[in-house]
């Protein structure tokens, strides 16, 4: 059996804010948005540990994996990794060493 994996980096740059105490959190929301939108993928929680922040104010919105099993096919597997920082200062800072191009050997970083 084949298995892809993908690792998604996303580094999401917000202000503080006030929400009401009903809503949900941003990474309920985003599992919730995904499963409405690919229901047969599945989502498995993760454990991160021993993960340093890149910058002082970083957060973890969402770390998981979504699986997608299909008759006939290789299994699919989709790591998401999502991160809150609060101003675009740290968002520039976090994103540098991919914008090097420091990166695990055999990746690379293209422009899209």
Known sequence: MKISFVSIALILCASVSLKAQDEPPLGLQIRQALTAKEPTWKYL??????????????????????????????????????????????????????????VAPGWRVDSY
């Open 45 to 102: 929680a993760v454990i991160q540990s021993g993960r340093v922040p890149i910058v002082p104010s970083e957060r973890t919105v969402l770390v998981g994996l979504w699986q997608h099993k299909q008759k006939d096919r290789p299994q699919e597997d989709i790591v998401i990794e999502i991160y809150q920082v609060e101003s675009q200062a740290e968002a520039i800072k976090w994103l540098k060493p991919t914008d090097n191009g420091q």
